[in-house]
T-cell receptor
Framework: EAAVTQSPRSKVAVTGGKVTLSCHQT?????MYWYRQDTGHGLRLIHY???????EKGDIPDGYKASRPSQENFSLILELASLSQTAVYFC???????????FGPGTRLLVL | GDSVTQTEGLVTLTEGLPVMLNCTYQ???????LFWYVQHLNESPRLLLK?????KRTEHQGFHATLHKSSSSFHLQKSSAQLSDSALYYC????????????FGLGTRVSVFP
């Protein structure tokens, strides 16, 4: 079974603060993704990466940065957290673009 | 761009009755991959089944779906719902923008009652 872990599992942040969400996979997958989940919006892609040291913008990248320092690790950075970024964030990995994506357990972020 | 439309909102049904969740998609890509993911409460989404073959039935864990390119559909069905089927179901597409991974629908929540 593929293994994707996320940290922290939950976080409370203040408006304007910096937040870093981390993702680690042991699947030897090249592709990694960050999604946010909101009621009524489903899963929306924020950033993705297909190789270390390179990231790409997804459908809703504004207000987010990503970093892929190694094949195993993929971070999502909120430089100036805002109330609208309160959501559940999922990291996922896959071996290929059309292959099954394996999701991490999610991070519940509350921005106050 | 690519898009996925699912049965909206909440579907409630009685245990033992059949389940059908609609999924239609739009893409200019001639060889799309379609997926159904299931997410139980307080869990993460996981793959339920997937297909890229036109008109071939795909089955897993009692659920089945058939990709019909002629109607751009990939409906999910089960003959007899169980209480444990209560979950959020996502239909997803890998289409022309396949380098970006999957395009998800908004999800359909299923609640099964005794």
């Amino acid at each position: 079974e593929a293994a994707v872990t996320q940290s922290p599992r939950s976080k409370v942040a203040v408006t304007g603060g910096k937040v870093t969400l981390s993702c680690h996979q042991t699947n030897n997958h090249d592709y990694m993704y960050w999604y946010r989940q909101d009621t009524g919006h489903g899963l929306r892609l924020i950033h993705y990466s297909y190789v270390a040291d390179s990231t790409e913008k997804g459908d809703i990248p504004d207000g987010y940065k990503a970093s892929r320092p190694s094949q195993e690790n993929f971070s999502l950075i909120l430089e100036l957290a805002s109330l609208s970024q309160t959501a559940v964030y999922f990291c996922a990995s896959s071996s290929g673009v059309q292959d099954t994506q394996y999701f991490g357990p999610g991070t519940r972020l509350l921005v106050l | 761009g690519d898009s996925v439309t699912q049965t909206e909102g909440l579907v409630t049904l009685t245990e033992g009755l059949p389940v059908m969740l609609n999924c239609t998609y739009q893409t200019i890509y001639s060889n799309p991959f379609l997926f159904w993911y299931v997410q139980h409460l307080n869990e993460s989404p996981r793959l339920l089944l997937k297909s890229f073959t036109d008109n071939k039935r795909t089955e897993h864990q009692g659920f089945h779906a058939t990709l019909h390119k002629s109607s751009s559909s990939f409906h999910l069905q089960k003959s007899s719902a169980q209480l444990s089927d209560s979950a959020l179901y996502y239909c997803a597409l890998s289409g022309w923008n396949y380098a970006q991974g999957l395009t998800f629908g908004l999800g359909t929540r299923v609640s099964v009652f005794p």
